[in-house]
C-alpha cells in the first residue's frame, strides 16, 4: 500500500518538484535585495503590454521572451530558481558528510551518506543489472490467482497499486483518529483523459505509452513485449473508464464513505481484499470492534472490482511487472532509468536531458530521510530570525483575516462568529518540526540502493501502521524543510510554511514592505484562505468535516464560487485546451483571497501612514507587481498540458491574472479599464473576502 499522507491544500502540485530553474542562486547579500534594489526585478517587465491586457506580461513579458528553460528542466521560472537552489544546498550537505571521517558522523549523517553514494555509483548500478530486482521479478511471475495478485498489490516493499489502493490518512469526522482511505487508483498515465479524451496530441502520447511499455519489457528480458504492452494499456484504459472525474475527486462530501471492513467486501465482492490487507499489515479488526475504512470514490470501486475480476492474472503479472519496472527504474541499470525519462520526462513533458544525478540523489534524499537532512538544513540556512519575521508576518495576516471576516456584507452574523471561532483556532508551522522523526530503525546500506528504497516505504510504512489505533500526531509536518512549497491541513486547521519558501522573491528581508506582502505575504493569506474555500469551508475550528454555515450563506458562498469558476473556464493555456474551472476552484479561490486580504494586512501595517513612491510606483503598485513576480515562470507545452488535465492549481500565467482582475484595488493602481482583454466589470468581480 502507497503511503496515503494528510490530506493537504498546498501552493503548488505535488507534480510540480519535476519542473526547473534558470541558474542556480546565492544567498541574498547583507543589506541587498535580491530582486533589483526593493524586491522587484524591473528589467524584467514589459511596459508595451497594458496590465489590463495582460499583467503576467505587463511585470514578465521581457522576462519571458529571453527565459530559456534548461534541457534538463520542465520549465523555468521563480518557483523552480528556489528548487534548484534548495538541490544546490542539499547536495552541499551531503557533500560536507563525505568530506568528513565515516566514523565521527552521527548514524543518521551515516545513513545519509551511505544512500546518496549508493545512487550516485551509477557503475556499481549497472554491473548488477537487474540482479536486485530479480527476486522481485520472479515473485511478480509466479502469483497464480486474482488472491495472490491483491496480496502483491498490498505489499508495501514493492509500493505497487493495482485498480485500487490506499493508506493511512485522518478521519474527516473524527479529525482525532487515524483511517484506512481506500479509493481509484494504478494509472500509468498522469491522468484519466489521457487515455480517454479525444486530443490528437494525447492519442500520440497514448502510442508512445505503448510503445515504452514495450521497451521496458524488452530490456527485462521478457518475450512478447507489443503484446504484454497492449494488455497493459488495454486493462489500464478500462480502469481509466471507470474512474471518477478529477473535479468531483476533490469534493469532500463525495470522498467520504465510511464503511465496515465487511461493507467493504459487499461493496466490491470480486476484490480480494482480505489478502490485501494480510500483506499490509493491517487487522481487519481494531479495539472498537470491526475496522472502518473510508472510500472515496465509492461509485467507481465496483466497477474496478468487476474489472479486477474478469482480467486473467497472465495481464495483472505484466501490469505489475510495467509498474515495478516504472517506480524502481532510478534505481537500476541506466537503459531502464533512460527508457522511463525517455516516456515520462521527454514526451510527455518536453525535457530532453536528464537532472544531474547529484541533483536527483538530493531529491532522494528528502523524499527518504527528508527531516534527517531538513535537521542539517535549517541549523545551515535558516536562522532564528527569519523565523520570527516569518511569525510576524502571519500573525498579521490572521489579524487581517479577523479584520475581514467581521465586515463581510454577504455574511450572516450566525456564520460570521463560526468563522472568526475557525480563524481564532487556526495552528501555524513555520520552518521546520518542533520534533523531527526517529529514523533508528532505517536500515541503508552502501551496496544495496534497491534494497535501501525498499526499505525506507517499508519504516515509513510501519511507522504509520504502528499508531494507527492510537491518536493522531498533530506535531507531523507532511513537507520538510528544503521543501519549496506551503499548505493548508484541514483536518489539522493548521498552516505550514517549510524554511526553503522564506526566501527571494518571496520574502526578503531587505526589500520593501509592500514587496514581502505581496510575495510571501499573499502565500500565507493563500494558505489560510484555504480553509475557506469551496472545500476548507467544510471543515471546522477542531479539523472534523461538519456543516457550519447558514443556507443563505452557502448560497452565497457558492454563487461567488460559480462565477469563479466560469472565469477560470475561459482560460485556454494552449489551442482547445481551457482550464477546468471545478478542479481549479480551491486554489484559485485561495489565490483570490490571499491577495485581497495580504494587501490590507499590508495597509495595516502602514499604520495609517501613506506608503512611499519608489521608482514611481505607489505601495499597492509594488504590492501587486511583488505578485506577479512570485508567478513568474515559463512551462513547456507538454508540461502545461500536463498540468491543466492532472494539477488542480492553474497554470502561472493565469494565477497571476485570475487574482488581480477581481480586486478592485488593482483596477485602482494600474489603470485597467473596459476594452482591456482582462477587464471585468466591477459587479462581475468576485470579492470572497
Avoid at 40 to 59: I, T
Avoid at 97 to 109: C, F, I, K, S
Avoid at 322 to 345: G, I, V
Avoid at 387 to 412: C, F, G, P, Q, S
Wanted: proline share 6%; net charge negative.
Amino acid at each position: 500500500m502507497r503511503r496515503n499522507t494528510i490530506v493537504l491544500a498546498a501552493l503548488l502540485g505535488s507534480a510540480c518538484i519535476a519542473l526547473g530553474a534558470t541558474a542556480a542562486l546565492t544567498d541574498t547579500a547583507a543589506n541587498h535585495t535580491q530582486y533589483g534594489t526593493w524586491g522587484v526585478e524591473l528589467s524584467g517587465m514589459d511596459k508595451s503590454v497594458k496590465p489590463g491586457d495582460n499583467f503576467f506580461m505587463f511585470v514578465n513579458g521581457t522576462w519571458y521572451k529571453s527565459a530559456v528553460i534548461p534541457p534538463d528542466r520542465a520549465s523555468t521560472g521563480s518557483f523552480q530558481n528556489l528548487r534548484i537552489l534548495s538541490e544546490t544546498r542539499m547536495n552541499e550537505i551531503a557533500a560536507s558528510l563525505d568530506a568528513r571521517p565515516y566514523d565521527q558522523l552521527t548514524d543518521d549523517e551515516k545513513k545519509l551518506r551511505d544512500l546518496y553514494d549508493a545512487f550516485l555509483d551509477q557503475k556499481q548500478i549497472d554491473a548488477k543489472g537487474l540482479a536486485p530486482a530479480k527476486k522481485d521479478l520472479a515473485y511478480i511471475a509466479g502469483l497464480k490467482t486474482l488472491d495472490d495478485v491483491a496480496a502483491a498489490m498490498g505489499d508495501p516493499r514493492l509500493q505497487l497499486d493495482g485498480p485500487m489502493g490506499g493508506g493511512i490518512g485522518i478521519d474527516e469526522k473524527n479529525p482525532d483518529a487515524y483511517a484506512i482511505d481506500l479509493g481509484q487508483a494504478g494509472l500509468g498515465m498522469p491522468d484519466r483523459d489521457y487515455y480517454l479524451k479525444d486530443d490528437p496530441t494525447l492519442a500520440a502520447n497514448r502510442d508512445a505509452y505503448k510503445k515504452h511499455l514495450a521497451a521496458m519489457f524488452a530490456l527485462a528480458g521478457y518475450s512478447d513485449p507489443d503484446k504484454r504492452a497492449q494488455g497493459v494499456f488495454d486493462l489500464e484504459t478500462k480502469m481509466a473508464q471507470a474512474d471518477w472525474a478529477n473535479e468531483d475527486r476533490r469534493d469532500e462530501d463525495k470522498i467520504y464513505n465510511p464503511m465496515s471492513f465487511s461493507q467493504l467486501k459487499a461493496l466490491t465482492p470480486q476484490f480480494s481484499w482480505d489478502a490485501y490487507f494480510k500483506t499490509a499489515g493491517i487487522s481487519t479488526t481494531a479495539p472498537a470492534g470491526e475496522r472502518q475504512v473510508i472510500v472515496a470514490e465509492k461509485s467507481a470501486l465496483p466497477k474496478l472490482s468487476q474489472i479486477f475480476a474478469e482480467t486473467p492474472v497472465a495481464v495483472w503479472r505484466d501490469y505489475l511487472t510495467a509498474h515495478y519496472l516504472h517506480t524502481y527504474a532510478p534505481f537500476l541499470p541506466k537503459a531502464f532509468d533512460d527508457e522511463d525519462f525517455a516516456f515520462y520526462s521527454t514526451t510527455l513533458q518536453g525535457v530532453t536531458q536528464q537532472l544531474p544525478r547529484t541533483a536527483r540523489a538530493a531529491h532522494l534524499l528528502d523524499n527518504t530521510m527528508g527531516e534527517a537532512l531538513g535537521k542539517d538544513y535549517v541549523a545551515k540556512y535558516f536562522p532564528p530570525e527569519a523565523k520570527a519575521k516569518a511569525v510576524e508576518l502571519v500573525n498579521n495576516l490572521l489579524k487581517a483575516y479577523d479584520a475581514d471576516i467581521r465586515t463581510l456584507a454577504w455574511m450572516t452574523p450566525t456564520t460570521r462568529e463560526k468563522a472568526l471561532n475557525k480563524l481564532h483556532h487556526f495552528g501555524v508551522k513555520i520552518g521546520y518540526p518542533d520534533h523531527w522523526r526517529d529514523y533508528s530503525a532505517l536500515a541503508i546500506k552502501r551496496d544495496d540502493l534497491l534494497g535501501d528504497i525498499q526499505r525506507a516505504a517499508v519504516f515509513d510504512w510501519n511507522r504509520q501502521l504502528k499508531r494507527i489505533d492510537q491518536p493522531v500526531d498533530r506535531t507531523e509536518w507532511g513537507m520538510t524543510p528544503p521543501t519549496v512549497n506551503a499548505y493548508n491541513n484541514p483536518q489539522g486547521n493548521e498552516i505550514v510554511f517549510p524554511a526553503a519558501i522564506m526566501q527571494p522573491p518571496f520574502f526578503d528581508p531587505n526589500a520593501d514592505d509592500a514587496v514581502n506582502y505581496g510575495g510571501i505575504g499573499a502565500v500565507i493569506g493563500h494558505e489560510i484562505s484555504h480553509g475557506f474555500d469551496d472545500q476548507g469551508a467544510k471543515f471546522g475550528p477542531t479539523g472534523k468535516l461538519e456543516n457550519w454555515w447558514t443556507d443563505a450563506d452557502k448560497a452565497a458562498f457558492e454563487a461567488k464560487t460559480k462565477a469563479l469558476g466560469a472565469q477560470y473556464d475561459s482560460y485556454e493555456p494552449l489551442p482547445g485546451l481551457h482550464i477546468n474551472g471545478a478542479f481549479t476552484m480551491g486554489e484559485n479561490m485561495a489565490d483570490n483571497a490571499g491577495i485581497a486580504i495580504s494587501l490590507k494586512a499590508y495597509h495595516i501595517s502602514l499604520g495609517g501612514k501613506k506608503a512611499s513612491v519608489i521608482d514611481g510606483y505607489t505601495g499597492d503598485q509594488r504590492f501587486y507587481l511583488s505578485f506577479g513576480q512570485i508567478w513568474r515562470g515559463k512551462l513547456r507545452d507538454g508540461a502545461l498540458r500536463q498540468q491543466v488535465l492532472s494539477n488542480e492549481h492553474s497554470p502561472p500565467e493565469f494565477r497571476a491574472i485570475g487574482a488581480t482582475r477581481n480586486q478592485d484595488e488593482w483596477y485602482a493602481a494600474f489603470g485597467a479599464k473596459p476594452g482591456d482583454k482582462y477587464y471585468l466589470t466591477p459587479e462581475s468581480r468576485v470579492h470572497l473576502w
